[in-house]
């Protein structure tokens, strides 16, 4: 059952373990995950709603302050941790506010401008990680792995459009018989998707404004990360990303294979209204075209 979270229960966790940072709190979004509040105008507070999301908020606190010292661009770093009162049973975080929009609010044409801050994020981020880095299970393993959970979704796409899963299925095969990573186990976001992404209008055009939501950070293998290529960009943005990360083909092609897990995983598990639904569309049209 999924705590009670309102903003009362907020002020009080916030007032009563880190004072110094108490504000005005007000809801800013009801995630997969986490309910996120704004805390005065530069701070958020980030308070999962089940147990699975505490333990990658701890995740967070411990690992997040040494990705931010490999990225260019901001993440969200806890400035605080939180834990457990006032009924409330979870871990929690007081994070900075970061300026910027997610990126699902652009269209993919829009978005490729970023093609090349993307790639260099990746490049940055994606070094050896230590052998204590966080493990997850679905994100960062052998393609392979996520191959029962892919086909449970294919009768949901032939209800409504025989071709569709058709064409799901061979894509899905032609990514399964890529050579799986040999290579070290890399730092990964491991949910990289609009949504994650901040983008800034400037005078110039669209700017990466920072990468947020590091609950599935784990290592692993890169092609996770890589499938952000039809996540976010459309075909043009995605030859200049690959171009600038220069994977070899058994990676990109296990990175389309990654696209198409996690677009298939919006579409059909996303609860009703929420942005991830034609992100996932949007995506999977992308995969099945490229």
Do not use: K
């Amino acid at each position: 059952m999924e705590p009670q979270i309102d903003a009362t229960l907020v002020e009080q966790l916030v007032r009563s373990q880190h004072p110094r940072l108490s504000g005005p709190v007000d809801m800013l979004a009801h995630g997969w995950d986490n309910d996120i509040y704004c805390l005065g105008d530069e701070l958020l507070v980030r308070l999962p709603r089940r147990r699975v999301a505490s333990e990658l908020i701890a995740g967070e606190q411990r690992w997040l302050p040494t990705i931010a010292a490999l990225l260019p661009v901001p993440v969200p770093t806890p400035v605080a941790a939180g834990l457990p009162e006032f009924g409330y049973p979870f871990r929690w975080s007081i994070t900075p506010w970061l300026a910027g929009t997610p990126a699902f609010h652009w269209s993919l044409a829009d978005r490729a401008v970023v093609a090349d801050q993307l790639a260099d994020a990746l490049l940055a981020l994606h070094v050896p990680a230590p052998i204590d880095a966080p493990v997850n299970p679905v994100r960062g393993v052998p393609l392979a792995r996520r191959d029962s959970a892919l086909r449970a979704r294919l009768p949901q796409f032939a209800s409504a459009d025989t071709n569709s899963a058709a064409a799901i299925e061979s894509a899905w095969e032609r990514a399964l018989a890529a050579p799986a990573w040999s290579g070290p186990a890399l730092w990964l976001h491991g949910d990289l998707h609009p949504a994650n992404i901040l983008l800034e209008e400037r005078t110039d055009g669209l700017d990466l404004a920072a990468i947020i939501d590091f609950g599935d950070l784990t290592s692993g293998d890169p092609a996770t990360d890589l499938a952000l290529a039809w996540l976010m960009l459309d075909g043009s943005g995605r030859a200049r990303f690959r171009e600038r990360m220069a994977p070899d083909q058994a990676t990109w092609d296990r990175a389309r294979g990654w696209a198409l897990n996690m677009a298939t995983a919006m579409i059909v598990g996303s609860p009703e209204g929420a942005p991830t639904i034609p992100i996932g569309r949007a995506a999977l049209e992308q995969v099945l075209a490229d």
